[in-house]
């Protein structure tokens, strides 16, 4: 997310000599990222983006923070001159209590929804235009100014980082608020007027008479916003279950800027100044008076959060030494405390966290972390290891070799690759008539689609053809069929009794051409590694199957690789003329082009056979005849040939 705030509005609480490109520029090597710097009359805006885990610097005050402990590593003087967030306490206006109070009843249904509730009630308010300070500044965060008493809540929530909502006390029903879930179904008109109806599970405000009159940290409700015939406000300043904030937001599809502060987890101590600041900005600019007391549900207030830390150990992980004294004054400028153990100021020593860094603090790599940062990255020198070769084992290295070289084969045949997950749903499985009892189930699948591991690569192989048929027309001409043919090498993974699975290589390859391509692709293979399918050691002719139109067959990629040779065979040139002869046979169930070959290799004078073409069931075949030893005659090869 991205704020924007302005560069004089962080001079009241920082006293620095940086100029704002300076501050562009120093904090954004070792902290937020100032993405912009705009001049706006006598004035800079910056825009900053804040990382997810450090909503703590969404604010001017944070942006202050990291500027005292930045600043000062590049030479710049920078010290917070006001912190409100201890100088705002609850203490500061106990004593202003009135003594007739109006009656606020307030019930929280469960803890968990929000940790830290606070309000109070303020009356006598004047309505009135926005201080032309606070509305060009909230103007150039790009917050649209609306009155004093809404723009000082939003001011608020830019100023300290913490949202705060403001009711019409009067508007809230027997002055009741309850906090609860909602029900499925439940309506709330929100401040944009527009109607929500909400899934059940949200955080909202009910009030005495059973209407909702706040949809929790996303926007109030339309039925109890500020009016011009406001005279009391309740000044409301709470936090809430992030997760269930996030939840909210995204089923409704209301993204507000509340809800991109509590959805990422907020400070409840934060709570404190908050309102207290605002109490103080309602009497100053909207001449409120206190009309209530403070109410404050805080049933488990956070605790210390302390870690300790070896000094050697920033050494030992950033590589460098940094000076011990500059380790103590980053932490104190961001906000830590730091408690020496047994006076030894040298070794070990107890950090103690700010509570609005408690979120993303909590082992000692985090303080180097932070150390590291802000000393910059940009002055530690950059150090390559040593460059190592280790040796990778026999079968590893043959998988690698290998794979490379079939799948640059397959790629000039035609073919394209596709990588699919392991996992398989069972809806694939019972379509191929395979039993998803015996195959292993992930216990913690993210989906049913990828839920069974597979034993073989054909499944997700021909859902790729068939999830590709008709997207690649561009790519065919009219009347062409449209050609698909994939193939993966990957594991598929066999179950074993107590034990891991055998996880075995493959090679799996689709087509939605015809059953000769793809015994084509399988040829081209067993060339392309010199392997004789004829050796009576090989045994791995694999089958073809076909479904739905789709042609399919796996290799043991293992058996490829145990028979290959990398050298063809020699063969010597045989001197003697060879004879061609061609002859068409009617193919059936008792003759096919196997049995043909079967019987035309019983010649010893036959060296090969080549397919010329096929026609229905008419296959035109080419005999060459040649001895090693001498010319034979054309009638010797007939005479062979007639023996078929």
Same mark, same amino acid.
């Given at each position: 997310?991205?704020?924007?705030? #302005?560069? @004089?509005?962080?001079?009241?609480?920082?006293?620095?000599?940086?100029?704002?490109?300076?501050?562009?520029?120093?904090?954004?090597?070792?902290?937020?990222?100032?993405?912009?710097?705009?001049?706006?009359?006598?004035?800079?805006?910056?825009?900053?983006?804040?990382?997810?885990?450090?909503?703590?610097?969404?604010?001017?005050?944070?942006?202050?923070?990291?500027?005292?402990?930045?600043?000062?590593?590049?030479?710049?003087?920078?010290?917070?001159?006001?912190?409100?967030?201890?100088?705002?306490?609850?203490?500061?206006?106990?004593?202003?209590?009135?003594?007739?109070?109006?009656?606020?009843?307030?019930?929280?249904?469960?803890?968990?929804?929000?940790?830290?509730?606070?309000?109070?009630?303020?009356?006598?308010? @004047?309505?009135?235009?926005?201080?032309?300070?606070?509305?060009?500044?909230?103007?150039?965060?790009?917050?649209?100014?609306?009155?004093?008493?809404?723009?000082?809540?939003?001011?608020?929530?830019?100023?300290?980082?913490?949202?705060?909502?403001?009711?019409?006390?009067?508007?809230?029903?027997?002055? #009741?608020?309850?906090?609860?879930?909602?029900?499925?179904?439940?309506?709330?008109?929100?401040?944009?007027?527009?109607?929500?109806?909400?899934?059940?599970?949200?955080?909202?405000?009910?009030?005495?008479?059973?209407?909702?009159?706040?949809?929790?940290?996303?926007?109030?409700?339309?039925?109890?916003?500020?009016?011009?015939?406001?005279?009391?406000?309740?000044?409301?300043?709470?936090?809430?279950?992030?997760?269930?904030?996030?939840?909210?937001?995204?089923?409704?599809?209301?993204?507000?800027?509340?809800?991109?502060?509590?959805?990422?987890?907020?400070?409840?101590?934060?709570?404190?100044? #908050?309102?207290?600041?605002?109490?103080?900005?309602?009497?100053?600019?909207?001449?409120?008076?206190?009309?209530?007391?403070?109410?404050?549900?805080?049933?488990?207030?956070?605790?210390?959060?302390?870690?300790?830390?070896?000094?050697?150990?920033?050494?030992?992980?950033?590589?460098?030494?940094?000076?011990?004294?500059?380790?103590?004054?980053?932490?104190?400028?961001?906000?830590?405390?730091?408690?020496?153990?047994?006076?030894?100021?040298?070794?070990?020593?107890?950090?103690?966290?700010?509570?609005?860094?408690?979120?993303?603090?909590?082992?000692?790599?985090?303080?180097?972390?932070?150390?590291?940062?802000?000393?910059?990255?940009?002055?530690?020198?950059?150090?390559?290891?040593?460059?190592?070769?280790?040796?990778?084992?026999?079968?590893?290295?043959?998988?690698?070799?290998?794979?490379?070289?079939?799948?640059?084969?397959?790629?000039?045949?035609?073919?394209?690759?596709?990588?699919?997950?392991?996992?398989?749903?069972?809806?694939?499985?019972?379509?191929?008539?395979?039993?998803?009892?015996?195959?292993?189930?992930?216990? @913690?699948?993210?989906?049913?689609?990828?839920?069974?591991?597979?034993?073989?690569?054909?499944?997700?192989?021909?859902?790729?053809?068939?999830? @590709?048929?008709?997207?690649?027309?561009?790519?065919?001409?009219?009347?062409?069929?449209?050609?698909?043919?994939?193939?993966?090498?990957?594991?598929?993974?066999?179950?074993?009794?107590?034990?891991?699975?055998?996880?075995?290589?493959?090679?799996?390859?689709?087509?939605?051409?015809?059953?000769?391509?793809?015994?084509?692709?399988?040829?081209?293979?067993?060339?392309?590694?010199?392997?004789?399918?004829?050796?009576?050691?090989?045994?791995?002719?694999?089958?073809?199957?076909?479904?739905?139109?789709?042609?399919?067959?796996?290799?043991?990629?293992?058996?490829?690789?145990?028979?290959?040779?990398?050298?063809?065979?020699?063969?010597?040139?045989?001197?003697?003329?060879?004879?061609?002869?061609?002859?068409?046979?009617?193919?059936?169930?008792?003759?096919?082009?196997?049995?043909?070959?079967?019987?035309?290799?019983?010649?010893?004078?036959?060296?090969?056979?080549?397919?010329?073409?096929?026609?229905?069931?008419?296959?035109?075949?080419?005999?060459?005849?040649?001895?090693?030893?001498?010319?034979?005659?054309?009638?010797?090869?007939?005479?062979?040939?007639?023996?078929?």
């Amino acid at each position: 997310m991205n704020i924007k705030i #302005t560069y @004089n509005w962080l001079l009241e609480y920082l006293d620095t000599d940086a100029t704002p490109y300076e501050m562009q520029k120093y904090l954004s090597l070792c902290g937020p990222s100032i993405e912009k710097v705009d001049k706006i009359d006598k004035d800079y805006v910056f825009d900053i983006e804040i990382t997810s885990n450090r909503i703590d610097t969404a604010s001017v005050i944070g942006i202050a923070q990291e500027a005292q402990a930045i600043l000062p590593m590049f030479g710049k003087k920078a010290k917070l001159k006001l912190n409100p967030l201890t100088k705002y306490k609850f203490d500061s206006i106990v004593g202003n209590y009135p003594r007739v109070v109006p009656s606020l009843k307030i019930k929280i249904v469960d803890a968990t929804l929000c940790p830290r509730f606070t309000a109070i009630v303020l009356g006598d308010i @004047n309505i009135a235009p926005t201080p032309d300070f606070m509305k060009n500044r909230l103007i150039a965060a790009g917050i649209k100014s609306i009155n004093n008493v809404v723009d000082i809540s939003n001011y608020l929530m830019l100023a300290l980082g913490q949202p705060v909502h403001v009711f019409d006390y009067d508007e809230i029903k027997k002055q #009741t608020m309850i906090m609860r879930e909602s029900k499925k179904g439940e309506k709330i008109i929100t401040l944009d007027e527009k109607e929500v109806i909400l899934s059940g599970g949200d955080i909202v405000i009910e009030d005495g008479s059973g209407r909702l009159i706040d949809l929790c940290g996303i926007m109030g409700g339309l039925n109890s916003a500020i009016s011009e015939k406001t005279k009391n406000v309740v000044l409301f300043v709470q936090t809430y279950d992030k997760v269930r904030i996030r939840r909210t937001s995204m089923s409704t599809g209301i993204r507000t800027v509340a809800a991109a502060f509590f959805e990422k987890g907020l400070d409840p101590e934060r709570v404190e100044p #908050t309102l207290v600041y605002g109490v103080e900005l309602l009497e100053k600019y909207a001449q409120g008076k206190i009309a209530s007391k403070l109410y404050d549900i805080y049933p488990n207030p956070q605790h210390e959060k302390t870690i300790k830390i070896e000094y050697k150990i920033f050494d030992k992980l950033i590589g460098i030494r940094i000076d011990k004294e500059k380790i103590n004054n980053i932490l104190t400028n961001l906000g830590f405390k730091i408690d020496h153990l047994n006076n030894d100021r040298t070794k070990m020593v107890k950090i103690i966290m700010p509570s609005w860094r408690a979120n993303d603090i909590s082992i000692p790599e985090d303080i180097v972390e932070e150390i590291t940062r802000v000393y910059g990255y940009q002055n530690i020198p950059s150090v390559l290891q040593s460059i190592v070769y280790v040796d990778q084992p026999k079968d590893m290295e043959d998988i690698f070799v290998f794979q490379n070289k079939i799948k640059l084969l397959l790629k000039h045949l035609g073919l394209n690759e596709v990588i699919n997950y392991s996992m398989v749903s069972k809806e694939q499985l019972e379509a191929f008539d395979l039993d998803p009892k015996k195959h292993l189930r992930l216990s @913690n699948s993210l989906s049913k689609d990828i839920e069974y591991l597979r034993t073989c690569l054909t499944i997700s192989l021909f859902k790729n053809i068939k999830d @590709n048929i008709g997207k690649t027309r561009h790519n065919t001409a009219p009347g062409e069929k449209e050609i698909l043919r994939f193939f993966e090498i990957g594991k598929i993974y066999i179950p074993r009794k107590n034990d891991l699975p055998n996880e075995v290589y493959k090679i799996g390859i689709v087509t939605n051409t015809d059953y000769f391509d793809l015994k084509g692709i399988i040829e081209a293979i067993y060339k392309e590694l010199n392997i004789d399918v004829r050796n009576k050691n090989f045994c791995s002719v694999p089958e073809i199957i076909e479904k739905g139109g789709v042609f399919m067959t796996e290799i043991d990629f293992q058996l490829l690789i145990d028979n290959c040779q990398l050298v063809p065979k020699y063969q010597s040139i045989n001197p003697y003329a060879v004879i061609k002869l061609d002859k068409t046979f009617a193919l059936s169930p008792h003759t096919t082009a196997s049995v043909v070959r079967q019987k035309a290799f019983q010649s010893k004078l036959l060296q090969k056979i080549e397919v010329v073409s096929l026609f229905k069931n008419k296959l035109s075949l080419r005999f060459y005849y040649s001895s090693s030893s001498r010319n034979i005659t054309e009638e010797e090869a007939k005479g062979e040939l007639g023996k078929i």
